[in-house]
């Protein structure tokens, strides 16, 4: 019903930055929260970030905390992750995931995966000398 399409990852060294964008298409009437996860060789996937849907709400990981910044344009139906001084430890697979069943979220319950909806295919983030 809602087709997520990430873009924006590569090579980068280390201290560099990356933006992720996420487009949304299809049904997108109700999207809610929408969030950043990534999952690295050998990992589970973990929550990034996450951004309700007037974007006055926002959770990260807390490694990434001072480093991310997530972000939304509802009229380009877009998410963002801003990534700086992207460190070694950040490569993985960066996938967009979007909330839209109309059930009431509290911000600390959209670190889960499974109260997302719909995924993406994921963007590689390599960062490496």
């Known amino acids: 019903q809602v087709h997520l399409v990430e873009s924006g990852g590569g090579l980068v060294q280390p201290g560099g930055s990356l933006r992720l964008s996420c487009v949304a298409s299809?049904?997108?009437?109700?999207?809610?929260?929408m969030g950043w996860f990534r999952q690295a060789p050998g990992k589970a996937r973990e929550f990034v970030a996450t951004?309700?849907?007037?974007?006055?709400?926002?959770e990260y990981l807390d490694s990434v905390k001072g480093r991310f910044s997530i972000s939304r344009d509802n009229a380009k139906n877009t998410v963002y992750l801003q990534m700086n001084s992207l460190q070694p430890e950040d490569t993985a697979v960066y996938y967009c995931?979007?909330?839209?069943?109309?059930?009431?979220?509290?911000?600390?319950?959209?670190?889960?995966?499974?109260?997302?909806?719909?995924w993406g295919q994921g963007t590689q983030v390599t960062v490496s000398s």
């Open positions: 995931a979007a909330q839209v069943t109309p059930t009431m979220a509290l911000l600390t319950l959209m670190t889960l995966a499974n109260k997302y909806d719909y």
């Open positions: 299809g049904r997108t009437f109700g999207t809610g929260f």
């Open positions: 951004i309700s849907r007037s974007g006055g709400s926002t």
